[in-house]
């Protein structure tokens, strides 16, 4: 086990951040840690480093307690958090150099690690650049690779994609999914459920400073009643159509936009078939149909509800 989370409890006066937090990144894994603004997700990140004194717990990572002055620990680790955090005196090469230095005292190793960083996060022609000329997607690609140029084995990123381009996000979903790939344990929290659904292997859930619910995403998927949404060309429309759908079995919602039928369901067999049943029954034509099943977006908002969070 690569981290090992069990009752940790954290207080800011009366307001209870963490409340008895349980759970556990295994070797190898990129785990995704989800939640709503103010869930306690940072606030976990920043315990597990031992960068917050906690109330109530235990904190074990590779199997030992972790503690502020573990630095044989903290060696084995990288972390890139939300906010930026590069120099801005220092070239995109000094940066890199600098914070692989603190792991790293070796001068021609050192090298050719922050080379292997560079060419990694694919900034190579930007080497010489300070960070005020960078672009934001460009930022988020140096604070990764200020991160990982020492070779880490666990690398925490809370964030790392907040604010960018689709082709940088892209580039750094692509990044994680080979750092794992040659043997990092990722530990990863994003407010994109899309993302969380293509690179996690496995999914926590968190509300209210604990825990609500984990398990892969087939697992989560199958935690829920939201079935599966059905969108159905229609070359008739009216009112009436709407209201006999409404009244199948299973059916949770349906609406029109422009000549395509929505339907949302809960769990049910044959939801599809009964209908395009119904609307044969009514002599309507149908064109093109599409079935998807509920995604991570539809587990995160049943299990943590819709109301808007600070």
């Known amino acids: 086990m690569v981290i090992k989370v069990k009752n940790l409890v954290k207080r800011y006066g009366d307001l209870i951040a963490l409340d008895h937090l349980s759970l556990e990144v295994k070797e190898g894994e990129i785990f995704g840690l989800l ?106 690609r140096l604070n990764i690779a200020c991160g990982i140029a020492h070779k880490p084995d666990l690398i925490i990123l809370d964030e790392p994609t907040v604010a960018v381009d689709p082709q940088s996000r892209n580039n750094i979903l692509e990044g994680i999914k080979r750092l794992n790939s040659e043997g990092a344990t990722i530990l990863y929290t994003s407010h994109y459920m899309e993302e969380v659904e293509e690179i996690c292997t496995r999914i926590a859930i968190m509300d209210k400073g604990k825990i609500i619910a984990s398990g892969t995403k087939e697992e989560l998927k199958g935690m829920i009643n939201s079935g599966e949404r059905l969108t159905v060309e229609l070359f008739k429309t009216d009112s009436s159509i709407i209201d006999g759908v409404l009244n199948l079995p299973n059916i949770v919602s349906a609406e029109f936009d422009g000549n395509l039928l929505i339907v949302r369901s809960i769990k049910g067999k044959n939801n599809l078939l009964k209908l395009l049943d119904y609307l044969k029954s009514r002599d309507i034509d149908v064109g093109k149909v599409y079935s998807e099943p509920p995604t991570l977006n539809d587990v995160f908002l049943e299990i943590t509800g819709k109301e808007l969070r600070d």
Not at 51 to 68: A, C, F, N
Not at 84 to 91: G, I, K, P, R
Not at 116 to 140: N, Q
Request: proline share 3%; glycine share 10%.
């Open 35 to 140: 939640g709503p603004n103010g869930s306690g997700k940072t606030t976990a990140i920043n315990c597990i480093l031992s960068l917050l004194k906690y109330d109530k717990g235990t904190i074990e990572v590779y199997g030992r307690q972790m503690s502020p002055d573990a630095y044989d620990i903290k060696r084995r680790i990288g972390i890139i958090m939300q906010n930026v955090a590069v120099f801005d005196e220092l070239t995109v090469y000094e940066n890199i150099d600098y914070f692989c230095g603190l792991y790293v005292r070796d001068k021609k190793r050192r090298k050719q690690l922050v080379d292997e960083a560079i060419e990694f996060v694919g900034i190579k022609d930007f080497v010489k650049f300070y960070p005020k000329k960078l672009s934001g997607g460009l930022l988020r």
